[in-house]
């Protein structure tokens, strides 16, 4: 009786054993593409703001299973996935947490740019064992917008087209920051930032760095780089413009120069302002020019140095490195001694002008001054002066 008993038993379990290992048969057969949850469709996703995005989908009803969650572009099928990752828990958990850097690695792959918003298709894959589905027609799309950057910085930047200067190249210069108190003035270039002094006519012009790479200038004072895309930038109202672009911003400015004077002051007599012009290529001069040197029979002394104005009425001061030109007995002797250096808001008439040689250079003669606000020449913008008998 008891051996009759436990054969049946035996044979219960035996077919409960068997009917489980045929239910999770069938499981494995019966595995489906979960819903997606999370992002929605046309999420947007800026990864300016340094957010991780979790992605959420429908838990598999078909026992243990991995996920993966397979990332394309806006034309790609799935079929070979831009990339891949692994849901969160080693692949058991229906979501997955992605920081930036990730996701900014997926939307370059997909062909996104930086400054730009790119659609990148996502869905999931889930395994079990040798089993696997993907639904690509339920497949969702993000749009990634990367932060407008640009790596590595450039070193040398041009100009070139229809606008520019006789057609021509125009290089850029390493910017140098404009100083706003008095005293020696920092004579550093700005990292990362380049500007040019030059005179545009009406067309089109292009910018383009030192790994031909193209940039657009947009409304709004935004730069964005297009790569090996040529760019093409509209040109203003014809005149002499400054231009600046920051690299580590992305911004760019244009400022039209009205005019560029010399200031003129001897110290016994009356301040006098003469318009200079403009040359070409950054330079702008005044030739044969009839300045004054006061002279009270004991004591010789003039000075002066170039006020810009701009477009929008502001005023500039390219003047001497120092408040005082206390070195004007022997200028060769300073090698800074000509270079020019920007300041602006400074209220002392007198301060950062250049005096003339012993204070009596050029008495009774005819003066001529060219300044070079460009790095053809020299690595520093710089003026010359000359004078000649009348």
Known sequence: MKRILYLLMTAVLAFAATACDSEDSDNRSEISAPKLYFPRDQYAIDLSTGLSVIFEWESSSAGSVVYQVLFDSEEGDFSNPAYVATSDSNGFEPSLELETSTLSTIVSLCGGLPGQTTPVKWTVRTIQGLNQVVDTQNARTILITRPNTVDPLPTTLSLQGSASENQGEIKFNAAL????????????????AMECFTKLTAGNFTVKDNLDRYYALEEGGTIRCTYTEVSENTAPAEGIYWIYINFNTMKWTMTRI????????????????????YTGNGV????????VISDDGQRTDTRYYFIVTYEDESTERWS??????????????DAKFYNIYRFSGLTDEWAHSWKSKNDNEGINQLATFRIHMNNTDK????HERSFRDK
């Open 177 to 192: 920051p404009i100083g706003t108190t008095l005293g020696q003035h920092i004579a550093d270039r700005e990292q990362g």
């Open 284 to 291: 702008w001069e005044l030739v044969d020019f009839a300045w």
């Open 320 to 333: 001497f490195w120092d408040d005082d030109c206390r070195n004007n007995a022997t200028p060769e002797a």
């Open 258 to 277: 009205e005019k560029v004077e010399f200031w003129n002051h001897p110290w016994f007599g009356a301040a006098s302002l003469q318009e200079m012009t």
């Open 379 to 382: 690595a520093d913008y710089y």
